[in-house]
């Protein structure tokens, strides 16, 4: 989400949004994924200040993601394995 989908969110939520994964991009242009922890300051329905932390999930995203199509490669070949044998 961008600022303004946060602070809306921020409210929405009782002034606290926890994990959150947002989409950015650093100065080269490559894309990273961040975890972000963010605590607010509501005065009158409006967010004037907040404070979190923002973590680069990147690394571990693209992990999990070689694991699954890894796991779904075995997974075929075990079961076309299985048919070869059967015959």
Do not use: W
């Not at 602070?7 to 994964?21: C, F, S």
């Not at 242009?29 to 923002?54: C, F, P, Q, W």
């Amino acid at each position: 989400p961008d600022n303004e989908a946060m602070e809306y969110a921020l409210v929405d939520n009782g002034h606290r949004i926890v994990d959150a994964i947002t989409e950015e991009f650093d100065r080269t242009g490559r894309r990273k994924l961040m975890l972000n922890s963010i605590v607010g300051r509501i005065e009158h329905g409006m967010v004037i200040d907040y404070i979190g932390t923002a973590r680069d999930i990147t690394e571990r995203v693209l992990a999990e993601q070689a694991l699954r199509d890894s796991e779904q490669r075995y997974r075929f070949i075990f079961h076309a394995c299985l048919l070869y044998t059967s015959d």
